[in-house]
């Protein structure tokens, strides 16, 4: 496994994120630990979750399958860098929240990091989350909350997640008047289809020392061999939802089909392919990988050790163009 810092921190993560938001939903417990033991034997030392994983009924469901494998010992917890979330409402779905029971106000903060700290059955975590942008809540009040927590040893770093490029400069700017460290991450959308992040987003997390954790690496499937998986008539999930949405467009259906076809001739796999461009790109700290088996796991482990040639990348920017530099990319 490589490693790289967290942004501007001394906190060094491995270049792949393990995402967790399947366990529960999609592998049971057992296999959940299965998979977060082969990824912490692999040398992946960095993993992802949120409060409200698990959804519907069972959000905190995932909190608590994590809290159970540290609990097996052999030094899980302290090899671990462990981040999580808070914003979303924890009433099972269809119920209103209570009052301050989501979002980012001081009173939800901590009543989240508390209720978090103990389904994970630890006493810190290392990266809190902000899961989205709260446009009620002061900057202030935020950074106040979170530089008690800091005090009080139960976080260690604060992140964002779905914050545009301005609110993460408002963000850090707060934090420096204050004298607080600010974020140190922010966990976006951002993959070879979806590269609307290196407008702005991007570029304001490398000017304020956060790094960049891209979700949905593989757009829900669409990069992960979508058009293969559909001829060979398996990987059903892959062919349904997003995937299945975006290749009844004959013009997304074709850019896949070129993006497929491509890898074809390098005889390399299209969603190892996905996970290495993005290591290629500045900025980004590690996609986070989501695997429901321990096979998944292996192949974006895979990714790790790809080296992908300048011709076989400019052909990819051809098939994918990004946007541009701002403000060039919509104002010249």
Known sequence: MKYTQLGRTGLKVSRLVLGTMNFGPQTDEAGS??????????????FDTANVYGWGDNKGRTEEIIGSWFAKGGGRRDKTVLATKVYGNMAPDGEAAWPNHDKLSAVNIRRAVDASLK??????????????????????????????????????????????????????????????????????????????????????AQGYGLGVIPWSPLHGGLLG???????????????????????????????????EDLLDKYGLEPGEVALAWLLTRPGVTGP??????????????????????????????????????SPEAFAW
């Not at 630990?33 to 960095?46: C, E, K, P, W």
């Not at 001829?231 to 949405?245: N, T």
């Open 33 to 46: 630990h299965t998979i977060m033991d082969a990824a912490l034997n692999a040398g992946v030392n960095f």
């Open 119 to 204: 389904r994970l059955g630890t006493e810190y975590i290392d990266v809190y989350q902000f899961h989205h942008v709260d446009r009620d809540t002061p900057w202030d009040e935020i950074w106040q909350a979170i530089d008690v927590l800091v005090q009080q040893g139960k976080i260690l770093y604060a992140g964002s997640s779905n914050h545009a490029g301005w609110h993460i400069a408002r963000a850090n700017e707060t934090a420096a008047r204050r004298g607080s460290y600010g974020l140190v991450s922010e966990q976006c959308l951002y993959n070879l289809y979806e590269r609307r992040a290196e407008m702005e987003v991007i570029p304001a």
């Open 225 to 259: 061999g979508a058009l293969r998986k559909e001829r060979e008539g398996g990987g059903a999930r892959s062919v349904s939802g997003r995937s299945a949405d975006s290749l009844a467009d004959a013009t997304i259906r074709a850019k896949i089909q070129a993006y």
């Open 288 to 325: 986070i990988v989501g695997p429901r088996t321990s096979a998944q796991l292996a192949s974006a482990l895979r990714a790790v050790e790809l080296e992908l040639p300048d011709e076989l990348l400019a052909s990819l920017d051809e098939i994918f163009p990004g946007p541009g530099p």
